[in-house]
């Protein structure tokens, strides 16, 4: 698995680091994995290093790679926020048998799954050709609502040059702009450096809309907000689909689009259930799309929406090859179940399409918090120009590897049970590691304990 690159345009996948803090807490409502293992006893350093160890095999088989750091957690100026006070020990200890759903909060490592960090779109499909960025505003859930202002800084750290990069507000926090970033963001094109066909899919919508939604879970992403993104990005209605997710597979456990779709170039990888209106989601792309859309459907007699959320199989990296094949990046989980090994065998690889490999991969810490593979990392498209005009050192090599893996394997635990999350050690810990951290990617003063 060795593939050259394409001087022009690649698409960098920046992939978040787990952080310290990497905890069961059971917080995300309508994740049925993270539902699932409350409670167990988490590997922070396992979970680090299975994170890394991916990024390298990618790198390694000629993939570009970045990494973007974990957020500061416990984030105890949120809990000052809410009204506790006194030195970190006290408030950390007050939280923990006042309010101890807040302190699993405050301390979740969740900003690992970059996908969710914002929208992403590259430089050529926009009027003034720089790369636009719009954090997420994560606003569906506590945890992660805590997560734009530092993911904004560490963006507009790593993407400084404004003669390349744009960087917009988060929307605004309340229900009807509720925004989950790259998740539901899908870029199709003919290849990464020809303008793309932006499909944005929707949970919800916040004002009008038919009332037909999820009854279970919570649609986390509406309409408005992904419009709104739209025209922050400067996207005009030929470049944009939005469609709305299936109501049952919301109810199932899919929670965000990328659990049940992934596309890359021409290539549409989808469930059946995936879009509430699968025809008119289909004809909407093939109208808009100067290159065909090569649609690889998925139907529910092979893999049952159950299969399709305990496995992750459309939580897997689609990646482009220069000879014009695909390589789908899944997780282990998808050879533990039989109906999703003999799709991959039977259905993808030996159909007519261009996905050629399968590679799988173990993030087991992960998964059993909802994360697969393309949940941990935040697709990028940039021009050598825009890669040259990156700021820090983010972009993975073997020295960078190797200085990660041993920073990691310095200042991680090997073992984090939700009772240990009010240890005022493990937030020193974390601080410490955060602070050598930004020196190592060379970011600068990110975080709100350097500022």
């Given amino acids: 698995m060795s593939h050259e690159s394409n001087p022009k345009v690649r698409e960098v996948n920046f992939d978040g ?26 590997n922070p350093r396992e979970a680090a290093l299975q994170g890394l ?75 003034d050709r720089r790369v636009h960025f719009t954090p997420a505003n994560l606003q569906s ?58 499909l944005f899919v929707y949970g919800r919508q916040a004002f009008g809309g038919d009332g037909i939604e999820p009854r279970r879970y919570p649609a986390r992403q509406t309409l408005e907000a992904s419009q709104a993104v739209a025209r922050q990005h400067g996207l005009s209605a030929a470049q944009t689909v939005f469609a709305q997710q299936h109501p049952e597979a919301i109810d199932a456990g ?71 094949t695909m390589t789908l990046v899944v997780p282990g989980e998808c050879q533990e179940r039989e109906a999703v090994w003999r799709c991959l065998q039977d259905h993808l690889l030996a159909g007519h399409n261009p996905i050629a490999e399968v590679v799988v991969k173990d993030v087991k810490q992960s998964m059993r918090n909802g994360g697969g593979p393309a949940c941990l990392r935040l697709r990028v498209a940039l021009s050598a120009a825009e890669r040259a005009a990156l700021s820090g050192r983010v972009l993975l090599d073997d020295a960078l590897h190797g200085e990660l893996t041993a920073w990691v394997e310095r200042h991680y635990r090997d073992r984090l049970a939700p009772a240990d999350l009010a240890d005022p050690q493990l937030a020193h810990e974390t601080l410490t590691a ?12 990110v975080y709100p304990f350097q500022r």
């Avoid at 809410?82 to 900003?111: I, K, M, N, W, Y």
């Avoid at 990888?269 to 209106?277: C, G, P, S, T």
């Avoid at 909407?284 to 893999?303: C, D, F, G, S, Y």
């Avoid at 955060?434 to 003063?445: A, I, N, P, Y």
């Fill in 434 to 445: 955060l602070d050598e951290l930004t020196r190592l990617l060379k970011l600068g003063s």
């Fill in 17 to 42: 680091l787990v952080g310290p803090t990497h905890n069961f807490s059971g917080l995300a409502h309508g994740n049925v994995a993270s539902m699932t293992h409350e409670g167990l006893v988490a």
């Fill in 53 to 127: 160890e991916k990024m390298k095999s990618l790198m390694d088989a000629g993939y570009a790679q970045g990494v973007l750091p974990p957020q500061q957690r416990p984030d105890l100026g949120a809990l000052r926020a809410l009204g506790f006070t006194g030195s970190d020990t006290q408030v950390l200890s007050r939280a923990a048998s006042e309010a101890p759903q807040l302190l699993r909060a405050v301390c979740s490592a969740s900003s690992m799954w970059t996908a969710n960090a914002g929208t992403v779109t590259p430089s050529v499909d926009v009027p």
């Fill in 141 to 198: 859930s506590f945890h992660r609502y805590l997560e734009p202002a530092t993911t904004g800084r560490v963006l507009a750290s790593i993407f400084r040059d404004e003669r390349h990069f744009a960087h917009h507000p988060v929307l605004p926090a309340t229900p009807a702009f509720s925004d989950e970033g790259a998740a539901n963001h899908t870029r199709l094109c003919g290849d990464h450096g020809e303008s793309g066909v932006h």
């Fill in 254 to 324: 899919v929670f965000h689009n990328d659990v049940i779709a992934v596309g890359n170039g021409p290539v549409l990888l989808y469930h059946e259930m995936a879009f509430r209106d699968e025809q008119g989601t289909l004809d909407a792309l093939r109208a808009r799309m100067a290159t065909p859309l090569i649609p690889v459907r998925v139907p529910v007699e092979a893999v049952s929406l159950d299969d399709a959320v305990a496995s992750y199989l459309f939580n897997s990296q689609l990646l482009s090859n220069p000879d014009g």
